[in-house]
């Protein structure tokens, strides 16, 4: 696996990083031929990292003594021995195939400071690599009870601030609070998914009024906005003069499905992004509307996200990759007309589906 130094240098330097789901059988027991199968096509598909224990893994998990723990040590176990070298590839036929290469491993770290200390340093013994904060639990705290609270768990292991959006559990976090997130030493970067214009650029402005702004690499995970936030320079008039603030790579749930595709529009957004001159490519703007709406119908927008999980659930199941569309909760479920919306958008964009791909593979990875 990647030493901390590399996988340092990887995140910065900007990559996909696909929030893993939780495969669970429709006894809602756990499917772990489907949850190996993602783990492999993630990494076969080109993603430079997997965030494990998040949102999109479900934070019910954490409601059953040790599941956490074993949820980290498979997908650990499982990337590690996928990307030894003396192993069948991936077919090429279906867009090229990729040398997969040992994951940025980041863990979801929860709760309040005793559970959050435990689980930033259960991810540490069990080798990865930085822990992705959330601060829900935290709801009707200060800003300076949640700069100790991130400090804290930077103590453990580096830490990557979370702008969880308030619709889903997130906590609404103002622009002084990013300043001095970005001060601790151990913080690697931000994950930004507010879904929300005005909050993203409370954070962007955070970033670049600090004093680590070159040290903190921004991650989207706007999934309504993937490609605008990738392509966008931010110009901040800071009080040491004007600095100049991107956004290198995406920390989602978006990208949990359709990854090989997710791989592509990456690169091709931070090749237009550090291109020479001021135009970006008008495809990619088409392109940006047209991976939102992808986005509606797997996040159930409509119905104010009720189906976010389920709605990847489903995109992995129509694909063979996980058997069921089980959550750990039986209140997660795709909502009424979400599968006929995912039907849309799939005839709509066949191009923003890697169908071909995952089906010459799929034996392979389950196997």
């Known amino acids: 696996m990647l030493s901390s130094s590399a996988a340092q240098d990887r995140f910065k330097a900007g990559t996909v990083i696909p929030a893993v789901p939780l495969a669970l059988h429709e006894d ?31 934070f019910e998990l954490r409601d059953t003594p040790g599941f956490l723990e074993e949820i980290l040590t498979f997908t650990s176990r ?21 040398e997969p290469a040992p994951p940025v491993m980041i863990a979801g770290i929860c709760g309040e400071r005793g559970q959050a200390v435990e689980e930033a340093r259960l991810a540490r013994r069990l080798g990865f690599h930085a822990g992705l904060l959330s601060l829900a639990a935290l709801k009707g705290s200060t800003p300076d009870e949640w ?70 690499a921004l991650y989207t995970g706007n999934d ?21 603030v991107q956004m290198v790579g995406g920390l989602l749930g978006h990208w949990s499905c359709w990854t090989r595709r997710a ?7 931070r090749a237009a992004a550090g291109g020479q001159g001021d135009t970006i490519p008008h495809r990619l703007l088409t392109l940006a509307a047209q991976i939102t709406d992808m986005n509606s119908a797997v996040f159930d927008a409509a119905n104010g996200y009720a189906g976010c999980i389920a709605g990847v659930h489903e995109v992995l199941r129509r694909q063979g990759l996980f058997s069921s ?3 750990l909760s039986p209140n997660e479920r795709l909502s009424p007309g979400q599968a006929a919306a995912i039907d849309r958008v799939c005839a709509a964009y066949p191009h923003l589906t890697d169908d071909e791909f995952v089906r010459e593979n799929l034996e392979l990875w389950r196997s």
């Open 28 to 58: 809602r027991s756990f499917d772990r031929t489907s949850q190996q199968a993602v783990i492999r096509y993630y990494l076969d598909a080109g993603a430079g990292g997997l965030a494990v224990g998040v949102h999109t893994t479900q």
């Open 78 to 98: 499982v990337a590690e021995e996928w990307c030894r070298e003396d192993r069948q590839r991936p077919a090429e036929s279906a867009g090229g195939a990729i």
């Open 147 to 216: 700069i100790e609270h991130a400090a804290r768990v930077g103590d453990e292991i580096p830490v990557i601030g979370f702008y969880l959006q308030t619709a889903v559990g997130g906590v609404a976090l103002p622009y002084e609070f990013w300043r001095r997130f970005c001060e601790i030493d151990n913080a690697w970067g931000i994950k930004v998914a507010p879904f929300n214009r005005y909050a993203t650029l409370e954070v962007v402005r955070g970033v670049a009024e600090s004093s680590r702004a070159e040290s903190i």
């Open 224 to 244: 309504d906005s993937i490609v605008v936030d990738l392509l966008t320079t931010y110009e901040v008039a800071a009080a040491n003069g004007l600095r100049t």
């Open 263 to 269: 791989v592509e529009i990456h690169q091709a957004c």
């Open 325 to 327: 569309t089980a959550c």
